[in-house]
């Protein structure tokens, strides 16, 4: 809370602060790789959105360049392993969801709820960023809210043949998003973001989102609170 209103003194050249960087920058690098090849998916399953979807993934694959470029502004070996065993029971999720051609699915976890995440990651991180880096990350959330309000629109013109399908998939996913922030809560709090905050703002986001695909305050409650487990 009131983390923009602190004085806030990091030393981004510490050992300490490039070791929690190796794992959050390899984290959104792996992030963005997914996300390119999501919205090219999707673009599969939605062929009178392809070139919506394709302009997406590009997006997605400028935005990993960026984050690149902040490792090495840092000179900092960003760990990919890590990285992609931070994002593989979502990954195994969007997989078998697109197996099946569940497109409802595939948009509850990458529109929105990597995007959510997305959202309220790089709006904590900004205030608390490296010069270079912030420049970069402040670009990269504008086109999150892009993406983010695509599926939005998507899922809102198909609402009532989703709901269903929304619900379960948000059940399955959401956990997940709880495990995947309390394994990056140390680090995170090394470069400036406290979890609390974290969480707060994914909240906002994502309840707010659910309210304009169609869902009532009932369900939005019941929904962003599954899983989450202090
Ligand atoms: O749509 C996108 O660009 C999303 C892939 C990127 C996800 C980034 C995930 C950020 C989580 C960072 C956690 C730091 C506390
Ligand atoms: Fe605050
Ligand atoms: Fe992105
Ligand atoms: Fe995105």
Not at 126 to 132: E, G, K, L, R, S
Not at 152 to 165: A, I, P
């Amino acid at each position: 809370m009131g983390q923009t209103l602190e004085a806030v003194a990091i030393d981004y050249h510490t050992e300490n602060y490039r070791d929690a960087y190796s794992r959050i920058n390899a984290i959104v690098i792996e992030g963005e790789a997914e996300a390119y090849s999501n919205y090219l998916q999707l673009g599969e399953l939605l062929p009178e959105f392809t070139e919506d979807f394709t302009r997406l993934a590009k997006m997605e694959d400028r935005h990993k360049k960026g984050f690149i470029a902040c490792g090495k502004n840092l000179k900092v070996t960003a760990d990919m392993d890590f990285a992609e065993k931070f994002f593989s029971e979502l990954h195994g999720n969007f997989q078998k969801a697109f197996a099946t051609g569940d497109i409802v699915t595939c948009l509850l976890i990458q529109s929105l709820i990597i995007e959510c995440f997305a959202i309220a990651a790089y709006n904590i991180y900004i205030p608390v960023a490296d010069p270079f880096a912030r420049k970069i990350t402040e670009g990269v959330v504008k086109d999150e809210y892009l993406h983010l309000n695509f599926g939005e629109e998507w899922l809102q013109n198909h609402f009532d043949d989703s709901k269903v399908t929304l619900e379960q998939a948000n059940r399955q996913n959401l956990p997940i998003v709880w495990k995947m922030l309390n394994q990056v809560e140390a680090d995170a709090k090394v470069l400036g973001m406290e979890k609390e905050a974290l969480v707060e703002d994914f909240m906002i986001q994502y309840g707010e989102s659910l309210g304009k695909i169609g869902f009532n305050t009932r369900d939005i409650m019941r929904m962003s609170a599954m899983g989450l487990v202090a």
